[in-house]
């Protein structure tokens, strides 16, 4: 029997059990909606491919499996990119299906197509980012790379591909008997693990350690294994550091727990790093800003620090330090057995004659810390300090809340200074560091999450890049609450301009010489949501409180001075800026 493609495509994804698809239309993917109209698949609408693909970003980290994002050609695809690239660099599943130019007029450059270097191309666009990018040449392979699409998606070390479909195919029939084929094919793979012999090599040499310490990184939240993590920590009674992309895979609240490492880390973690004589290494890429620039004085020093690292891809594995141990393999898979091994070898857990001191100086450091930041948290001034508004954000959400972020303050401040108590419950866009991911992120998160309080944590500059994300917030309904700290500026960026160059041009934002910032609560409002302008610091946390409880999409616009994340570690950046001068940020009033 034949059914046309866009119907059977339909029928496949149901199968697999996708429930949302996002996307935006297109005279390339019409089809496809219509086939739509009857699915249990919901269709979640958008403004903007970017937004389609932080949105489906967001889910797919939410619900840990491929996420699917529908995009018409050319400028369509062109306009998801950054998006797409954002999930690939945080190794996040995605589907892209994107239409394109019909198959009897490749060469004779149709509507939209981008030809300027090769004749129906337009995937090669995707191709230094993605997993894989396919063409579908002829209608029979469609089912067969579908397949293929999600099965590279979700396996190995995770991301995003693209499968471009000539509008005509989807408009052809073929036989059902094609995609019926592919229900015979496992949708899910054994994942890789550790052996014995090298287990029992691992936990022996950390037990043996004088000074070790895990460093965790986001791969640990991909692999869902955080609860593995924690059971390993607590039997061999070593410290945990993490990077950005790591955070909460072991609770804040944690004894053992130091924080993060890097430029935004603190005096203290980096020292901790710095003087173990083994760092195990969990799914982790050791970034430029989490690892100092790599500069052996003030992170990780290679010189004296052994490796042991673990890692899904092969290729991060002793790629920025020389490594002792290097295993290939799933952490959840390995996390288990050398589990099972420490507990073989070490019944009781590992005794450390140091452990008791060393939970007090984490103790101490999170006073002191904290006492640092106490004038902050507590001053009344208008615009508010940040440091008060993600404590009074810590004090109203329950600890499951999921929290966006976006780049700047809100990020690098959260990282620091805001305790996560669940693995899995910030989304941040790391390696790219992408400008206006967490509000349409939040968007995707709530849906994949609806019983889940999610707040996102933006600035003006990056909510400012999509604000038609409140179309879709609107028309879906969807109870998201963003906190918008107004800075009227970029203001990390101008910050750093300070420091270094003494102006601020292009970094701030001004109208006739005076700080200028669009009304988001009016635009919210314009949107159909509502919107509320914190006018003095004693009025945001009920605003919060009363917004989280409406269960509605709600946009609190605050202003806030723009004063710098302190930076205790390292980025090289600030040596090309002043040579010889240790200068980082400076406040922007």
Same mark, same amino acid.
């Given at each position: ?15 697999r059990?996708?429930?949302?698809i ?19 698949i ?6 903007h491919?970017q ?7 967001g889910y797919a980290r ?5 996420s699917?994002l529908?995009s018409h050609?050319?400028p ?6 950054t998006?797409?690239?954002?999930a690939?660099?945080d190794?996040? $599943?995605?589907?892209v ?10 060469g004779?450059h149709?509507h939209?197509e ?9 995937y ?14 002829s209608p029979?392979?469609f ?17 995003p591909v693209?499968v471009?479909?000539p ?7 073929i ?13 899910s793979?054994?994942k ?16 043996n ?14 692999a869902?294994?955080?609860?593995? @993590?924690?059971?390993l920590?607590?039997?061999?009674n ?22 993060? =490492? ?9 020292d901790?790093?710095? =003087?173990a004589d083994?760092?195990f ?20 020093n ?17 790629r920025n ?23 073989? @070898?070490f ?8 452990l008791?001191?060393l ?12 006492e640092g930041n106490r004038q902050f948290?507590e001053?009344?001034s208008? $615009?508010?300090?940040p440091?008060r508004?993600v404590?009074?954000?810590r ?5 499951n809340?999921l929290?966006?972020?976006?780049v ?6 959260v ?7 669940e ?8 390696g ?13 998160a709530?849906?994949?999450? /609806? ?12 909510f400012g890049?999509?604000?038609a994300v409140l179309? =879709?917030?609107a ?16 203001? =990390?960026i ?15 934002f ?7 910032? /669009? ?6 409002k ?9 006018e003095?610091?004693?009025?945001f ?21 723009n ?9 090289n950046?600030?040596?090309i800026?002043?040579p ?10």
């Amino acid at each position: 029997m034949k059914q046309l493609i866009s119907y059977q495509l339909v029928n496949y994804l149901e199968e697999r059990g996708i429930e949302h698809i996002f996307g935006l239309c297109g005279h390339t993917n019409i089809a496809v909606l219509s086939a739509l109209e009857n699915s249990k698949i919901k269709f979640v609408n958008v403004r903007h491919e970017q937004i389609a693909a932080h949105m489906a970003d967001g889910y797919a980290r939410v619900k840990k499996k491929a996420s699917v994002l529908l995009s018409h050609l050319g400028p369509g695809l062109t306009n998801a990119a950054t998006g797409v690239a954002n999930a690939a660099l945080d190794s996040i $599943p995605m589907v892209v299906i994107a239409g394109d130019v019909p198959t009897h007029y490749y060469g004779k450059h149709p509507h939209q197509e981008v030809n300027l270097h090769g004749d129906a191309t337009q995937y090669e666009i995707y191709r230094p980012f993605v997993k894989r990018a396919w063409r579908v040449d002829s209608p029979h392979l469609f089912p067969e790379i579908l397949e293929k699409a999600f099965q590279l998606a979700e396996s190995g070390n995770p991301g995003p591909v693209l499968v471009s479909v000539p509008m005509d195919i989807f408009s052809k029939e073929i036989e059902t008997s094609l995609f019926e084929k592919q229900k015979r094919n496992a949708k899910s793979l054994y994942k890789p693990s550790i052996d014995n012999e090298t287990a029992k090599k691992v936990i022996q040499t950390l037990a043996n350690a004088e000074n070790p310490i895990f460093y965790v990184g986001g791969g640990v939240i991909l692999a869902d294994a955080a609860a593995e @993590l924690r059971e390993l920590v607590d039997r061999l009674n070593m410290p945990v550091a993490y990077s950005l992309m790591g955070k909460g895979a072991v609770s804040d609240e944690h004894p053992l727990t130091l924080g993060m =490492t890097g430029f935004w880390g603190t005096k203290f973690i980096n020292d901790k790093c710095k =003087t173990a004589d083994f760092i195990f290494g969990l799914g982790t890429r050791f970034a430029e800003a989490d690892s100092s620039s790599w500069e052996p004085e003030y992170t990780f020093n290679d010189q004296q620090t052994k490796l042991i690292q673990i890692d899904i891809d092969s290729s991060e594995i002793g790629r920025n330090f020389p490594v002792e141990i290097g295993v290939v393999a799933d952490l959840k898979q390995a996390l288990t057995v050398l589990n099972r091994v420490a507990q073989e @070898l070490f019944p009781y857990g590992v005794r450390r004659d140091s452990l008791d001191k060393l939970k007090e100086e984490i103790s101490d450091y999170r006073k002191k810390f904290r006492e640092g930041n106490r004038q902050f948290i507590e001053d009344n001034s208008f $615009p508010m300090m940040p440091q008060r508004i993600v404590e009074e954000v810590r004090q109203v959400l329950p600890k499951n809340a999921l929290i966006t972020t976006d780049v700047g303050w809100n990020k690098n401040g959260v990282g620091q200074q805001f305790p996560l108590y669940e693995a899995g419950t910030i989304l941040t866009p790391g390696g790219f560091a992408t400008m206006g991911f967490g509000a349409p992120a939040a968007l995707g998160a709530k849906i994949a999450a /609806p019983d889940r309080v999610v707040v996102s944590l933006v600035g003006d500059g990056g909510f400012g890049q999509n604000p038609a994300v409140l179309a =879709t917030a609107a028309e879906e309904n969807i109870p998201v609450v963003w906190v918008i700290m107004n800075n009227f500026a970029f203001g =990390t960026i101008a910050g750093l301009q300070k420091a270094h160059f003494g102006t601020t041009l292009g970094t701030v934002f001004q109208k006739d010489g005076k700080p200028y910032s /669009p009304d988001f609560a009016a635009i919210a409002k314009a949107y159909g949501v509502e919107g509320v302008k914190v006018e003095a610091a004693e009025e945001f946390k009920p605003i919060l409180e009363k917004a989280i409880k409406a269960n509605k999409p709600i946009v609190i616009d605050v202003a806030m001075l723009n004063n710098p994340v302190p930076t205790d570690g390292h980025w090289n950046i600030m040596d090309i800026y002043s040579p010889g001068k240790n200068v980082h940020h400076v406040t922007v009033s």
